[in-house]
């Protein structure tokens, strides 16, 4: 309003609601964390200065949950008011121990094993506060009564609250607690908590099969129901727990073994005896006059016992009519004390064995130690397996959480339970827990930062002469002849092969066992019940190697680029759960493809395929202990494609990209570009040029050297668009910018993978009566990610721009006469960077669309760039470039780049790469953890062989049992060292967390 005197009154913000206050039992669960042990109890005596003070408890909390960073050394803390958050916080400031405070340390997350109790732990009214309270778990116990409802003539809550004879009558309670432990168990799921391993005590083992996936819970529900009306009319009996071994029991047993039984062997020291009750007290008297103690059990029959073979053939009819399904999540069997995948519960005797034979609990818990689960959670209404396993670990560091306990309100103990998984490194949904809840983030204390001072020396740059030619940064992969050295050994081992449909896999492991392997065959779908039959095998039965050709199932070209696109997350997503299964196995994933290599031409290239391509080299820098290697066969092959493939497993060598065809083994090498055309493409001043990505940095810095170039109109795409050109930012100043050299700009917001939008885009250029002459696809996103930690959706995310965008362009461009056809790649689908597999597989994928532009005689280059100075993902990512700098990767600048980008946007190559790198300073640290041939052009010369030095002198002299102690010891004073940090390190923390 120029020239005009206005006043604009705004209204005062409507008050914030009052905070909401936890449910009476609940209270309240904070959670804490630090990057050491003493910054944790700082931020402990913060945290306990600001609930002091607090009105809005519950909020604080939920802000520790939601809005901080979980580090390592971790406490949770749990209270009822905030004066006992306070006293809990300020003890544990203290370092002492406190009452509501549970402390750990996540180096790693544990593993985790579910325990469904048996019968005898119910009580009167168990779980009503968590009916009342939790969405979740009160949709569960709606789901079983409507099922139980019909089945035991009552509705369920009458049973487990109003009545309270009911709960201990056994034809209820079985039905009754298998239907809490099921919603206990949806209950921890929503929150997060997903466990490696289930197992349960008897009737528990319903609710475990059911929580595996073994059984429908409609079905299961009611075979429980019909098992506990069975079991009700049978006559009672007598069962006791006995403090001593089985083989004593056992001997006592065996002059009644028809009146009296072993029901359980609990502990190694904790025998159940189950039958008649005038035989159990006699031989209790017995066991007493030898001094052996003894407790009588409050259950209403003789489980596990010959008083229940009345009832067995009536038992195994009803669960006949159960369908199963293997599990999904690996089992401990009750019977034998030994992992499932589920098959076992498919035969129906299995339940009439599960009534009558001793249940297996301390064989259970043992299995489960032994695959290395170091926590275990009770799902049941009161902690009874908890006790048994602290018996059975025998000293072993273990974590026992219960869910809930008789006698605590249900709400406060589940908290306690989460602030314990939390602080041994359990990762929870935060907002689950607080769902219903009009919760909001407040103010929290900041973290205390353990300061402490650190002198740098500048690093010393090597001198370089002011004229370094750019055409000394271009690169590109060759794949040229190598011939395989003769295996040093037949493959051997046993392997597990992931099938595909055409048939390789199958032909693979017939080769395999020709050559005296062991080879197990398997759909991807049944990956994770083959991986809890293998996992923890020892010596000749380990699994030696993964060979995944599932791949291969993917095809080439799609008839359109959703379904090529859909085809391409799948295979990627597949790729990733591979790579946890390797590292479950400890074994080398080898993955294999056909066409995904460009060491092939005149094949059709399969996008989905390359795009494991950039995954695979990532894999490989993260976990180079469990890479295999990529392996590209070229289409059509011969019938020795299953032996070629045995003898490359077998090679005694360290390529790991490797491409085997008709024309013999290729391997892929970097080399430096042989000659780049002289002048940059020429522009059209009467054609238009598209830039989709075209707001960030490479997309405005291109924007600009097209504006140079002569082109006189440009459509600039990006995901929100410019809705203000006159307004701030970097965007509409680089918009104005070009307007003033005269360029007629057009800004479009669109999502580059929405053909539909992107068709409305290029119609509307069409109808301005300027032809398209040229695409420049710059659009991308980066949140970078470990394999480790990756999820699919940050995967997706990364695929839809790169990948999708490019099919998308492809499609709608393919009958224009573009001049050219530039997709900004990166170097990370060549050589690799830590955290970024799904951009790498993503870039990898926009790769190939173009190799197949270039097959089908269509314009298309893909640049793998470096790190550019101040634009592209290395400067989006926080460190990235940092990072990079240190390993001799020095970032383009923006200038010689886009004189690179004109020279290579009619490049021959399709696919140059483009870095500047010290690689007398790459290769060691790109080496470090194995060879990579790839770069083997450009390694230093060897040095000479290190002279003996006074601390390999003292190695020599000390003895061997001292020898690892003084290699940790020296390992740790370098590592201080190069950190300019002051000893001791804390040695079990990952040398990146470090600093390194």
Request: glycine share 10%; charged share 25%; proline share 6%.
């Amino acid at each position: 309003m120029g020239g005009t005197n206005a006043h604009v009154i705004v209204e005062e913000a409507p008050g914030a609601p009052a905070p909401e206050e936890p449910s009476e039992g609940r209270g309240y669960v904070l959670a804490l964390s630090a990057k050491s042990e003493e910054a944790l109890l700082a931020l402990a005596e913060r945290y306990a200065d600001r609930c002091a003070e607090a009105a809005d408890l519950a909020d604080l909390c939920y802000t520790s949950q939601v809005a901080r960073t979980h580090f390592e050394h971790r406490l949770g803390a749990t209270a009822r008011s905030s004066e006992g958050l306070v006293r809990a916080l300020r003890e544990a400031a203290r370092g002492s121990e406190a009452a509501g405070v549970a402390r750990g340390r996540a180096v790693e997350r544990p593993r985790i094993a579910f325990l469904f109790s048996g019968q005898g732990a119910q009580y009167w009214r168990m779980g009503r506060e968590l009916d009342r309270e939790e969405r979740v778990f009160r949709a569960a116990l709606d789901r079983c009564d409507a099922v139980l409802r019909p089945l035991l003539g009552r509705p369920l809550r009458s049973i487990l609250y109003d009545d309270g004879g009911l709960i201990d009558q056994t034809a209820y309670t079985q039905p009754a607690l298998v239907a809490l432990e099921w919603a206990l168990w949806e209950l921890w799921r929503a929150w997060g908590v997903e466990p490696d391993y289930l197992a349960g005590h008897s009737v528990g083992e319903f609710a475990a099969a059911a929580a595996a996936g073994v059984f429908r819970l409609e079905d299961c529900l009611a075979l429980v129901a019909e098992r506990g009306r069975l079991m009700q009319a049978l006559p009672g009996g007598l069962m006791a727990s006995v403090e001593a071994e089985a083989a004593l029991v056992a001997a006592m047993v065996e002059t009644r073994r028809d009146t009296v039984a072993i029901a359980a062997l609990n502990a190694p020291r904790q025998t159940v005896i189950s039958g008649s009750a005038p035989e159990v007290r006699q031989l209790l008297e017995a066991l007493a006059a030898d001094g052996v103690r003894s407790r009588i059990l409050s259950v209403s029959h003789a489980f596990h016992s010959s008083l229940m073979a009345p009832v067995l053939d009536d038992i195994e009819a009803a669960a006949r009519r159960l369908p199963a399904s293997p599990a999904r999540i690996p089992l401990v069997l009750n019977l034998t004390g030994a992992l499932s995948d589920g098959s076992d519960l498919a035969d129906p005797s299995y339940f009439r064995r599960h009534a009558r034979e001793p249940v297996q609990f301390a064989g259970t818990v043992e299995e489960l130690l032994r695959r290395g689960v170091s926590l275990f959670v009770e799902i049941g209404p009161h902690p009874v397996l908890l006790g048994l396993v602290a018996e059975c670990a025998a000293g072993a560091a273990v974590d026992l959480v219960p869910t809930l306990r008789r006698g605590r309100e249900d709400l406060e103990e589940i908290g306690a339970g989460v602030a314990r998984l939390y602080s041994q490194g359990v990762n929870f949904c935060w907002e689950s827990l607080h769902e219903g809840k009009a919760r909001r983030r407040v103010a929290a204390p900041t973290y205390p930062f353990q300061r402490e001072r650190h002198w740098r020396e500048p690093a010393r740059r090597p001198d370089r002469t002011p004229e370094t030619r750019t055409e000394e940064w271009v690169y590109r992969v060759e794949w040229v002849e190598a011939v395989r050295s003769p295996a040093s050994t037949e493959p051997g081992g046993r392997w597990l092969i992931v099938e595909d449909r055409l048939g390789v896999g199958r032909e693979l492991a017939g080769a395999l066992e020709r050559g005296g392997c062991a080879a197990v065959r398997i759909r991807p779908g049944e990956l994770d019940t083959m991986v809890s039959r293998l996992e923890g095998l020892q010596g000749a039965d380990r699994c030696r190697g993964i060979v995944s050709l599932a791949a291969l199932d993917a095809g080439a070209a799609g008839p359109d680029p959703a379904g090529e696109y859909d085809t391409l997350v799948e295979t990627t997503t597949g790729a990733l759960h591979l790579a946890r299964v390797a590292a479950r196995l400890a074994a080398p994933l080898w993955l294999v493809t056909s066409g995904g290599a460009a060491a092939w031409d005149g094949v059709e290239v399969s996008v989905a395929q390359a795009a494991l391509w950039g995954f695979g080299r990532v894999l490989g820098l993260e976990h180079p202990e469990t890479w295999g290697g990529l392996i590209d066969l070229e289409p059509d092959m011969p019938e020795r494609m299953a032996d070629l493939l045995r003898e490359e497993l077998g090679a005694s060598t360290v390529e790991d990209q490797v491409a085997l065809g008709v024309s013999g083994r290729r391997v892929a090498r970097l080399a430096r570009a042989p000659g780049l055309p002289a002048a940059p493409i020429p522009l059209r001043s009467d054609g238009v040029y598209l830039i989709t990505g075209g707001l960030g940095g490479l997309g405005l810095a291109s924007a600009r050297w097209l504006a140079e170039q002569g082109a006189r109109r440009l459509a600039l795409c990006g995901r929100r668009g410019l809705p203000e050109r006159s307004g701030g930012g970097a965007p509409a100043e680089a918009v104005r910018a070009l307007e003033a050299l005269g360029v007629d700009v057009r800004v479009f917001s669109a999502d580059v993978s929405d053909e539909a939008a992107m068709a409305r885009i290029l119609a509307d250029i069409e109808r301005e009566g300027s032809p398209l002459c040229g695409v420049v696809h710059c659009a991308g996103v980066a949140e970078p990610s470990p394999v480790a930690e990756l999820r699919r959706e940050t995967l997706e995310a990364a695929l839809r721009p790169k990948a999708a965008g490019s099919l998308v362009l492809d499609r709608l461009t393919r009958g224009l006469n573009l001049d050219f056809f530039v997709t900004s790649s990166s170097i990370a689908s060549v050589l690799g960077s830590a955290r970024a597999a799904h951009y790498a597989a993503a870039n990898a994928a926009m790769d190939s669309i173009v190799r197949r532009r270039r097959a089908r005689a269509l314009p298309g280059v893909s640049i793998h760039w470096g790190p550019w100075a101040g634009a592209g993902m290395a400067t989006a990512i926080a460190g990235t470039r940092e990072w990079l700098a240190t390993l001799g990767v020095e970032p383009l600048p923006p200038a010689a780049a886009l004189d690179l980008f004109g020279r290579l946007a009619a490049s021959p190559d399709p696919e140059p790469v483009v870095v500047r790198i010290d690689w007398s300073r790459f290769q060691p640290v790109y080496e470090a953890r194995r060879r990579r041939p790839l770069i083997s052009a450009f390694a230093p010369a060897s040095a000479e062989a290190a002279l003996p030095t006074s601390f390999s002198r003292r190695l020599a002299e000390v003895a061997p049992g001292e020898r690892a102690a003084l290699v940790r010891g020296h390992v740790a004073q370098a590592t201080a060292r190069v950190l300019g940090a002051e000893p001791p390190l804390d040695v079990d923390r990952p040398l990146r967390d470090l600093g390194l």
